[in-house]
């Protein structure tokens, strides 16, 4: 059931209060606990909407696992903020799995010498895709186009696709095709 505006609005109210209350007794389990039961978007409008400085105390409470879908769904500004104080490693780090796409609008955001020691600790073939898409400006098509697919060789069989498919918890949003390419990644079909 889609929540409207409105509903939205009163629960992230009764979720920064309950936050809000925790951080005035000093409860940071408590505080832990409530942040990091929220979704990636409700915690991103969550610390959109708080002061300053209790934004940076609530981003030091989120896991380390969610900070890179939250700081997906944070406006640039406040991305921007972040990502200003975290070190090569920390962006590494919660970037890991991150759709080529998005990673390429984060990566934008640092200096050259940030970009390439992310670009550096990334496998070769996550680092080709994020760099064809950083090659585009980000509000272009090109800059925008998800280069997250699945590929396979001609001599596997589809018995062994679907094996290897069942195995993944995920597969990429827009899988409608599996892309048969030769040994240099060269398009044989779908």
């Not at 409207?4 to 979720?15: C, D, I, P």
């Not at 209350?21 to 409860?27: D, H, R, W, Y």
């Not at 980000?138 to 679907?162: H, K, Q």
Request: glycine residues 4%.
């Amino acid at each position: 059931m889609q929540q409207t505006a409105e509903e939205l609005q009163v629960q992230t109210q009764s979720q920064l209060g309950a936050l809000y209350e925790a951080l005035e007794s000093g409860t940071s389990l408590q505080i832990k606990r409530l942040l990091n039961g929220l979704q990636a978007p409700e915690i991103a409008h969550l610390l959109e909407s708080s002061p300053p400085q209790a934004r940076r105390v609530l981003w030091h409470w989120l896991d380390r696992e969610i900070e890179g879908e939250v700081l997906q769904e944070l406006s640039e500004d406040i991305q921007s903020h972040f990502l200003r104080r975290m070190d090569t490693q920390e962006v590494v780090e919660i970037t890991e799995g991150m759709d080529a796409d998005d990673l390429a609008d984060i990566l934008q955001q640092l200096p050259d010498r940030v970009i390439k020691e992310v670009l550096a600790a990334m496998s070769a073939q996550d680092r080709q895709r994020v760099e064809c898409v950083l090659n585009y400006d980000e509000d272009t098509a090109g800059g925008m186009m998800d280069t997250d697919a699945i590929t396979v060789r001609p001599r596997f069989t589809l018995d062994v696709v679907l094996r290897y498919l069942r195995r993944h918890e995920d597969i990429p949003d827009a899988t409608d095709n599996l892309f048969v390419v030769s040994r240099n990644d060269e398009f044989l079909g779908i």
